[in-house]
């Protein structure tokens, strides 16, 4: 093996997938303490981190309301919190989160009905708005920031103003963009914006987060059909006693203080943003000039995650090819794809430019390793 072995301050491969990240040591070396969970001092931490939270998304009137678990929890919680019994969702799906949002509905039993488009293809906004015209029965809109499936920027912004034009409410899913893509709550309107800890604000997985109009969560008691999953709950008993209900996952929220305290060194949104621009860019660049084909025209992806499509060659193996890069120091992801056979890698996490441009000499010294002269798809 002709490269040095990649690796992340503390030794292990670099993660280049959709999350868990790479992160800092010294957001790691943050969980070497324990906290009383009722004791003043980690109330005062955990209210530091909902106000850090509530300060990225920007506008008055936003509280954070904590979920302990993945992203997926935080997801539901909103769902079911937000859209009344009688409620009907409108989720526009274009990969494989549009979809799980759909299930969450199911399992709620809140009614719901889809605009899908395919993977590659945002939703069209004239059709957005004769959909809700069509269905007068429709409360809510549920739209992901970045579908991660594929690596594709929706226009929420567009979404958010067509949502309030025709007075219905939106939720938002933007758990692999907040922290690193502008969403201004002072400037798109939505009731509810769903994202975690382990994603753009690189820290630990574990705590799940929907920032909340505070009248729209309040309007919401009562609403939602788990115990563990009510937000208005939630958000009442930390009101009341800055506690959680149920055990929160107290390291995780100490490795989040110290992340966001990283996230606003680095010049906040705009800094994480431009950040994962510069990778981006250079994985983009670095893998083309090895013949490789993304999914996506440039001016559709989000500077978070890339989808390349299956190289053709008949001496290309994937498996193969994730191994090497793996003993490389290189950890990319699997294709989500329904449509075409694809991999994925990220550009997020505590990773510089240097670090894509390492992933990309890995990958030319794997293809000349298996003999593989370009990467174009087939
Ligand atoms: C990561 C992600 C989620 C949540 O996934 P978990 O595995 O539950 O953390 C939800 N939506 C999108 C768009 C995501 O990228």
Excluded at 83 to 90: I, M, S, Y
Excluded at 116 to 121: G, I, L, V
Excluded at 163 to 187: C, H, P, Q, T, Y
Excluded at 327 to 343: C, H, N, Q, W
Aim: charged letters at 20%; a negative charge.
């Amino acid at each position: 093996m002709s490269l040095p072995r990649a690796k992340s301050e503390t030794g292990d491969p670099l993660l280049l997938t959709p999350g868990p990240l790479t992160t800092s040591k010294s957001v790691k070396q943050a969980m070497l303490h324990d906290w009383g969970s009722r004791d003043p001092a980690f109330i005062a931490l955990n209210r530091r981190v909902l106000e850090g939270l509530a300060e990225i998304a920007g506008g008055d009137g936003l509280v954070t309301v904590p979920m302990q678990g993945s992203g997926t929890f935080a997801v539901e919680a909103m769902i079911g919190t937000l859209v009344p019994r009688d409620g009907k969702l409108l989720i526009l799906i274009n990969g494989a989160y549009g979809q799980r949002a759909g299930k969450i509905a199911d399992r709620a039993a809140r009614a719901w009905t889809a605009l899908e488009t395919a993977e590659d293809t945002p939703p069209d906004i004239a059709t957005l708005s004769a959909a809700l015209d069509a269905d007068p029965a429709i409360t809510h809109v549920f739209a992901v920031h970045c579908e991660t499936t594929s690596g594709i920027l929706n226009p929420i912004a567009e979404i958010a103003d067509a949502v309030a034009a025709k007075d219905r409410r939106l939720l938002v899913d933007s758990m692999s963009a907040f922290g690193a893509l502008e969403i201004n709550a002072a400037k798109v309107r939505y009731d509810a914006l769903a994202a975690s800890s382990n994603k753009c604000l690189e820290g630990v997985p574990g705590l799940g987060f929907v920032l909340c109009r505070e009248d729209a969560l309040r309007a919401a008691a009562g609403n939602a059909h788990a115990l563990s999953l009510d937000l208005a709950d939630q958000f009442l008993a930390l009101e009341r006693t800055g506690q959680y209900r149920f055990t929160p996952p107290i390291h995780v929220i100490a490795a989040l203080a110290q992340a966001l305290d990283e996230h606003r060194d680095e010049g906040g949104v705009a800094g994480r943003g431009g950040r994962y621009r510069r990778n981006c860019r250079t994985l983009i660049d670095g893998l083309r000039d090895l013949g490789f084909e993304t999914l996506l025209p440039d001016r559709l992806q989000a500077p978070i995650i890339v989808t390349f499509r299956m190289p053709g060659h008949p001496n290309f193996s994937f498996q193969t090819f994730y191994d090497a890069l793996a003993e490389r120091g290189f950890l990319i992801y699997p294709g989500k794809l329904t449509v075409a056979e694809s991999f994925r890698i990220g550009c997020i996490g505590r990773l510089d430019e240097r670090d894509m441009a390492g992933a990309v000499e890995a990958v030319r010294d794997v293809m000349t390793q298996m003999k593989v002269p370009t990467g174009a798809a087939a």
